[in-house]
């Protein structure tokens, strides 16, 4: 710094993931951007998915208390692949429970990492509550960070913009795709992340599948001429708020 000049604050991207693996499936590719742009992303993980989400190891015979240890491990390995750091909240799974306990520690994270950026889970999802309870906690803390006569440590926070990310059936959660993002370039970085949770081996291939799929819309929606590579890779999210800007594009 010369001249006593001040450096803008690196852009924050917090993601807030209800389970040890949904931060990688879901947002890998806008984590894997954010990181190699050279902003700090800091991932809320809820829950390890330990009951949930583990089917492998429980048929394994592996305890409660060593599951997750695995998927605490793995989701840790995951985040270092990204460029991301991750906190463990440890809130337990199935069910994953809406507390005004769990959404103050959440509160503490909005004010502390100050995001540009929220990235979350959508409003519904019929086959995992675990998923609707994380968001509706996301958007109660980003609420509650905005209060300055909330008591929790920590600057006041604005509004920064929340994306849902693409659950598992998206069909059946009220998910419409409103923005699709271009993560071809930092895709095998995502690819290596998902390989770092064997628990869940069986959804690598259907998250590289649905990559491609929406490479192919976000092609089709961004026009002919852009230059595009003919393998592209895309992630769908949604908006719960309205945008603001002072051009439309």
């Known amino acids: 710094m010369t001249h006593g000049a001040v450096l803008a604050a690196a852009r924050s991207t917090l993601v807030i ?36 989400e583990s089917a492998k190891a429980w048929r394994e015979g ?16 995951a985040a270092a692949a990204l460029g991301a750091e991750v906190r ?6 199935y069910p994953l429970l809406a507390t005004p306990e769990l959404t103050d520690r959440l509160v503490g994270i909005y004010r502390d ?31 509650l960070a905005q209060a300055i006569g909330y008591p929790a440590p920590g600057e006041v926070l604005g509004a920064p913009p929340v994306f849902f990310f693409e659950p598992h059936q998206p069909e059946m959660c009220d998910f419409t795709p409103q923005v699709l993002l271009d993560i071809t370039e930092v895709f095998d970085t995502k690819r290596k992340a998902m390989e770092c949770l064997p628990a869940q081996q069986h959804l690598w291939d259907y998250y590289t599948d649905l990559a491609k799929r929406r490479g192919v819309q976000l092609k089709r929606n961004a026009g002919p001429n852009l230059g595009l590579p003919h393998t592209t890779y895309g992630e769908a999210y949604m908006r719960p708020y309205p945008q603001v800007t002072g051009e439309l594009a």
């Open 62 to 77: 592996k305890s409660l208390e060593e599951i997750k240890g695995i998927r605490r491990t793995e989701a840790e390995q």
């Open 88 to 93: 463990f909240l440890d809130a337990g799974d």
């Open 113 to 143: 990492t100050q995001p540009d950026v929220v990235l979350t889970h959508p409003l519904a999802d019929p086959y995992n509550a675990d998923h609707p309870a994380a968001a509706r906690m996301a958007l109660d803390a980003r609420i």
């Open 17 to 52: 993931s209800a389970h040890a693996g949904d931060f990688v499936w879901r947002a890998g590719g806008a984590i894997a951007l954010a990181a190699s742009r050279g902003e700090k992303v800091v991932i809320a993980c809820l829950s390890y998915g330990e009951r949930g």
